[in-house]
């Protein structure tokens, strides 16, 4: 974990491609904490995120809203995980929604990481095996259609 001068947690989660990371951020409010993001949907990553989010702000108890900026698997595979129960919304654009709902499905995975996997040499059974570790559905997502402006923990995020 590194914290940023303005007091943003960043958390480096592991993927097994080429990538090899990505970053998920935690903001702390007056009602619990924010995570932008929440990784890649691995056992992996989801074991680590776990112990880091343990260690740096007492559990995943203690976060109060999620927000993906975008559907990719690295960025929202692991919000259903990171989501402590349905009173913990998930941000997400109603676009990105439909796309978050399939992707545990083989379907999904193989669609979009099929030119990923065969770069990396992964095989489709790969991608059953990394998509199926994880449970990826999330609780009562709060669709968004892009401009609304959400204050978290002091600072104002514009939704593109």
């Given at each position: ?87 913990c ?22 669609e ?15 991608l ?32 593109v």
């Amino acid at each position: 974990m590194k914290i940023a001068d303005d007091g943003v947690l960043q958390f480096t989660v592991p993927m097994p491609f080429a990538l090899r990371e990505v970053h998920v951020y935690a903001l702390e409010t007056s009602t619990g904490w924010v995570l932008i993001d929440s990784g890649f949907p691995s056992e992996a990553a989801r074991a680590q995120l776990s112990a880091e989010l343990q260690q740096a702000i007492g559990g995943l108890s203690r976060i109060a809203l999620i927000i993906l900026t975008h559907f990719h698997p690295d960025h929202s595979g692991l919000a259903g995980c990171m989501q402590p129960g349905p009173g913990c919304p998930v941000v997400i654009h109603a676009a990105a929604w439909p796309l978050l709902q399939r992707m545990n499905t083989l379907d999904m995975a193989g669609e979009f990481f099929r030119p990923i996997a065969k770069g990396a040499g992964l095989s489709s059974g790969d991608l059953r095996e990394l998509f199926q570790a994880v449970n990826v559905p999330v609780a009562s997502p709060t669709l968004v259609a892009g401009g609304e402006t959400f204050s978290i923990g002091g600072r104002d995020l514009d939704l593109v």
